[in-house]
Antibody
Framework: EVQLVESGGGLVQPGGSLRLSCAASGFTFSNYAMSWVRQAPGKGLEWVSTITGTGSDTFYADSVKGRFTISRDNSKNTLYLQMNSLRGEDTAIYYC????????????WGQGTLVTVSS | DFVMTQSPDSLAVSLGERATMNCTSSQSVLYNSINKNYLAWYQQKPGQPPKLLIYWASTRESGVPDRFSGSGSGTDFTLTINSLQAEDVAVYYCQQYYNTPVSFGQGTKLEIK
């Protein structure tokens, strides 16, 4: 059974940093692209970033480019999102999601971790 | 970038009746060479992550009841829920994955009348 468990969310001040993690199990992690998708309170879904299975290619939404960095450790079956220069508009639930390739639908999602950016 | 627009924003349907919602893409998501529409539908209930219902515009994900169906091609798509059940109350999102960045519609909230 595929399991994706996010962690690392919390309250951070504007301009601060946070690193999210997503622990994966139940599948061959390195064979799949992984993504972060976020959802602001009461709002819709927004794709944030994707990394290929080998980690060689990364993709970012314009809204986070230059501030967020996606990475993965295939030896630990873990996906990361390093978030710097955080803004109020980054407040959201952050979901990790698995897909066969970068341009694909998302069959599997984690439960999400809440990031709140506020002073 | 592809802009996905869903209609209506909210919908109230009686139990046992049919619910229909639409998704329009600003550009075609049909990959002509393989005749596939890069369009998915998700269901999200309160406090839960999204759940994949439909991919390639009309292929039902394993375990999804057959009262859910997807149709359409190119830029215009429809999600139909036949014989509405109480557990179908949720927000429904479409997603295009034809191009990066992948993008979602704003959602249609489905309620019971």
């Amino acid at each position: 059974e595929v399991q994706l468990v996010e962690s690392g969310g919390g309250l951070v001040q504007p301009g601060g940093s946070l690193r999210l993690s997503c622990a994966a199990s139940g599948f061959t992690f390195s064979n799949y692209a992984m993504s972060w998708v976020r959802q602001a309170p009461g709002k819709g879904l927004e794709w944030v970033s994707t990394i290929t299975g080998t980690g060689s290619d990364t993709f970012y939404a314009d809204s986070v480019k230059g501030r967020f960095t996606i990475s993965r450790d295939n030896s630990k079956n873990t996906l990361y999102l390093q978030m710097n220069s955080l803004r109020g508009e980054d407040t959201a639930i952050y979901y990790c999601a698995k897909a066969p390739a970068p341009r694909y639908y998302f069959p599997n999602w984690g439960q999400g971790t809440l990031v709140t950016v506020s002073s | 970038d592809f802009v996905m627009t869903q209609s209506p924003d909210s919908l109230a349907v009686s139990l046992g009746e049919r619910a229909t919602m639409n998704c329009t893409s600003s550009q075609s998501v049909l990959y002509n060479s393989i005749n596939k529409n890069y369009l998915a539908w998700y269901q999200q209930k309160p406090g839960q992550p999204p759940k994949l219902l439909i991919y390639w515009a009309s292929t039902r994900e394993s375990g999804v009841p057959d009262r859910f169906s997807g149709s359409g091609s190119g830029t215009d798509f429809t999600l139909t829920i036949n014989s509405l059940q109480a557990e179908d109350v949720a927000v429904y999102y479409c997603q295009q994955y034809y191009n990066t960045p992948v993008s979602f519609g704003q959602g249609t909230k489905l309620e019971i009348k």
